[in-house]
């Protein structure tokens, strides 16, 4: 099973939107409703931002959306703070009945 | 509230097994699935399978099969996750993570670093 695809960086400034995408295929993202994103702080362990790709947990704040179009799924953060700036992981359920998640990208706020 | 509280970290040699533990609490173990997830160095996060407390079905990463064992304790509410033939490849932060009804890991574990160095 191969990774999801994600962009490596992303960055933006305090206040502005960004998307970080999440690529798969028809036997994982485009088959099933069960996306997920992480956010995962240096030293910490990852956290659940959305779980079936646009719900989120909650105490996660408003400013975090998912969708998914196809293969591809999309994490939204609106109004950037600081405290955004993180790794951020997606994973999506598999036809073989595993998980797999994407190499991760870095949220750089300027 | 869900704590999930992994055993320490351990230094192997190639070729040895290790064992990590994560106990679980603050919600009815057999209720939920277990993931494991494991993360080298500077690198993203690999699932390695997912166990069922409630009956200990399982199913593991193809990549792992073979040298993967996942089992649990329901009377101490305790999941284990036992990998042989280390390599050094296999350094990493280990995580157990509960699995919520859709696949997706709410609660995390602290995480064991694994080390392996002749």
């Known amino acids: 099973q191969s990774a999801l695809t994600q962009p490596a960086s992303v960055s933006g400034s305090p206040g502005q939107s960004i998307t970080i995408s999440c690529t798969g295929t028809?036997?994982?993202?485009?088959?099933?409703?069960?996306v997920s994103w992480y956010q995962q702080h240096p030293g910490k362990a990852p956290k659940l931002m959305i779980y079936?790709?646009?719900n989120r947990p909650s105490g996660v704040s408003n400013r975090f959306s998912g969708s998914k179009s196809g293969n591809t799924a999309s994490l939204t953060i609106s109004g950037l703070q600081a405290e955004d700036e993180a790794e951020y992981f997606c994973?999506?359920?598999?036809?073989?009945?595993?998980?797999?998640f994407g190499g991760g990208t870095k949220l750089a706020v300027l | 509230q869900v704590q999930l509280v992994q055993s320490g970290a351990e230094v192997k040699k190639p070729g040895a097994s290790v064992k990590v533990s994560c106990k679980a609490s603050?919600?009815?173990?057999?209720?939920?699935?277990m993931h494991w997830v494991r993360q080298a160095p500077g690198e993203g996060l690999e699932w390695m399978g997912v166990?069922?407390?409630?009956?200990?079905?399982?199913s593991y990463q193809q990549k792992f099969q073979g040298r993967v064992t996942m089992t649990r304790d329901t009377s101490t509410s305790t999941v284990y996750m036992e990998l042989s033939s280390l390599r050094s490849e296999d350094t990493a932060v280990y995580y157990c993570?509960?699995?919520?009804?859709?696949?997706?890991?709410?609660?995390w574990g602290q995480g064991t670093l694994v080390s392996i160095s002749s």
């Open positions: 994973s999506s359920y598999t036809n073989s009945r595993t998980l797999v």
């Open positions: 028809s036997s994982d993202i485009g088959g099933y409703t069960y």
């Open positions: 079936d790709v646009s």
């Open positions: 603050g919600y009815t173990f057999t209720s939920y699935y």
């Open positions: 166990i069922n407390p409630d009956g200990g079905a399982i």
């Open positions: 993570a509960r699995a919520a009804d859709s696949w997706s890991a709410d609660n």
